[in-house]
């Protein structure tokens, strides 16, 4: 079996299209060499696919270089039994045993993880028109305030719900709020995450260092209209008497009821509008003024505006929201971009000390691990971390 043979059979299993057969002889085989013995099949997901992304990095320069390294013989005793070509245990071998060493580096300076963080939760602040702040997770749950007809709750769960109450409108008009300048808005630090019910019903999920505000006349007016900061998922709740629409710095997407994503952080290089179901009509901001056609999306479709170019690609809708879910999803991202992603969930910067890794970094990693635990996941693509503080120091 080449070394082509075996990053295929890898492949296959990472992708689940391996037959019962090739999944025996990758996991027994990985069974008997694993680090601490640990069997691939009940590695976390993420940190399996990372592992078998690396063994595979490490076959392709095993074959480039014809590099031969000393595998132990009894090794060599329990494939020729299982009747395992020698050729396979050679390569992957090889490729374990790189891994393997890599490994103890990495748990030689597990001192550069004394300052451990945790990861994220649920934490925002609420501002009512009226500027009084809220601060959510330190809140009791029930009642938080009556204001202009609308009734403000922390739910059991841990939620922000919006109710219309009508019992709560002022009998003087002119005691109550300017409607056009009075506006509530939850914000979410770095850190934190929230779900937010308005009052029309409309659920809508905050990712971590983002905001969303509304009028204080939300849902009165011929338009619901919310103005988002950084990452949302939208649940709306159809009307079709009155659009919902989402302005961002770059984006103008107006729906009438249906499940999108939008992701709109400034340090990004640009603006990710994903539809899961029903259809939205997005349009760039910058070319609102030239009264372009909207753009109308379709499940599976993303739009992106990044500078002065924008365009529809097809996409797995779901992976947009692969964060509401608890997981961190990325597909051929750039060191850059997966460290800005990890920054804003666990609330630190990052330091970078000498040359960026080259490799762009596919795979899935769970946001309720320690911070430890996730930079001991990405080592595997040979680079080094050290917690300082609130910050990641990264080296090669």
């Given amino acids: 079996m080449s070394a082509k043979n075996i990053a295929e059979l890898l492949e296959r299993y990472e992708l689940g299209r391996c037959t019962p057969e090739e999944i025996v002889l990758v996991e027994e085989w990985f069974d008997a060499h694993g680090e601490e013995r640990n069997s691939l099949s009940t590695m976390e997901p993420g940190t399996r696919k990372i592992f078998i992304a690396d063994l595979l990095s490490d076959i392709q320069q095993i074959n480039k270089k014809g590099q031969k390294l000393h595998i132990?013989?009894?090794?060599?005793?329990?494939?020729?039994?299982?009747?395992?070509?020698?050729?396979?245990?050679?390569?992957?071998g090889a490729a374990v045993y790189i891994y393997q060493q890599n490994k103890e580096?990495?748990?030689?300076?597990?001192?550069?993880?004394?300052?451990?963080?945790?990861?994220?939760?649920?934490?925002a602040v609420l501002t009512l028109a009226n500027g009084k702040?809220?601060?959510?997770?330190?809140?009791?749950?029930?009642d938080l305030e009556n204001q202009s007809g609308v009734r403000v709750t922390k739910a059991a769960n841990g939620k922000l719900v919006f109710h219309f109450d009508n019992s709560s409108i002022s009998s003087n008009p002119s005691k109550e709020l300017n409607s056009e300048q009075a506006y509530t808005k939850i914000e979410t630090p770095k850190g934190g995450e929230y779900e937010v019910n308005l009052p029309?019903?409309?659920?809508?999920?905050?990712?971590?260092?983002?905001?969303?505000?509304?009028?204080?006349?939300?849902?009165?007016?011929g338009e619901r209209t919310v103005q988002l900061k950084g990452e949302g998922y939208f649940e709306v709740a159809k009307n079709a008497r009155q659009p919902f629409v989402v302005v961002t710095d770059r984006q103008r997407v107006q729906v009438l009821g249906t499940h999108f994503n939008v992701n709109s952080y400034s340090d990004e290089p640009g603006t990710k509008t994903t539809l899961l179901e029903g259809s939205?009509?997005?349009?760039?901001?910058a070319q609102m003024k030239v009264k372009i056609i909207p753009e109308i999306?379709?499940?599976?479709?993303?739009?992106?505006?990044?500078?002065?170019?924008?365009q529809v690609i097809q996409v797995h809708a779901e992976d947009a929201i692969?964060?509401?879910?608890g997981v961190f999803l990325f597909k051929e991202a750039d060191f850059k971009t997966v460290m800005r992603t990890i920054a804003r969930w666990y609330d630190v910067d990052v330091e970078y000390d000498g040359k960026l890794p080259q490799k762009e970094f596919t795979g899935e990693i769970h946001r309720n691990l320690k911070l430890s635990s996730l930079l001991d996941i990405l080592s595997f693509y040979k680079v080094h971390f050290r917690i300082e503080n609130k910050k990641i120091i990264v080296t090669r």
Avoid at 203 to 218: E, R
């Fill in 105 to 123: 580096k990495t748990s030689k300076v597990a001192g550069d993880y004394a300052a451990d963080i945790l990861p994220g939760g649920n934490k």
């Fill in 322 to 325: 692969a964060w509401k879910n």
């Fill in 133 to 142: 702040r809220i601060i959510l997770n330190e809140a009791k749950i029930g």
């Fill in 200 to 221: 029309d019903g409309t659920k809508i999920w905050l990712n971590a260092a983002s905001s969303l505000s509304f009028p204080s006349h939300f849902a009165k007016a």
């Fill in 280 to 285: 939205v009509a997005v349009t760039p901001i």
């Fill in 297 to 310: 999306l379709k499940p599976g479709q993303q739009a992106v505006f990044n500078g002065d170019q924008f």
């Fill in 72 to 92: 132990d013989r009894p090794y060599w005793h329990f494939w020729l039994r299982a009747g395992i070509a020698a050729s396979f245990l050679l390569v992957l």
